[in-house]
């Protein structure tokens, strides 16, 4: 069924030793390198600074919005709402609006809708 080609290269691949098909790349350095921790120079002590100073203002935008932020949040809810209930309060003891005049130019037909005169909806 299948080819004498696709049958032969499928066993040389299996026949190939597991040394060879190893996943990894092999390495061709000669030794290990003796680099243990970060030596003490301008770039090192500049690349310090920079984390630290990102962390302080990482502690401090996390100090604002908790400390600051959800206060704020708070107050103007609590505002909004005093808001909320004088402007009801207010239209309460307010009598009811007049009708809105009705002008000549508004609700203009000039034919009628399919389903009436355009005064009504579809249902």
Request: with cysteine; charged share 25%.
């Amino acid at each position: 069924m299948f080819s004498a080609r696709a049958t032969r290269t499928a066993a040389q691949r299996v026949a190939r030793p597991q040394s060879i098909r190893t996943p990894f790349q092999r390495r061709f350095a000669s030794s290990e390198s003796t680099f243990t921790g970060a030596e003490d120079n301008a770039f090192n002590r500049e690349r310090q600074a920079v984390k630290d100073h990102a962390a302080a203002t990482s502690d401090l935008w996390r100090k604002l919005s908790i400390y600051a932020t959800i206060p704020c949040l708070i107050i103007a809810g609590v505002n909004a709402k005093i808001l909320w209930d004088e402007h009801w309060a207010h239209w309460e003891h307010m009598g009811p609006l007049e009708d809105r005049p009705e002008f000549p130019y508004q609700n203009m037909r000039t034919k009628n809708y399919f389903w009436g005169d355009g005064d009504k909806t579809l249902l």
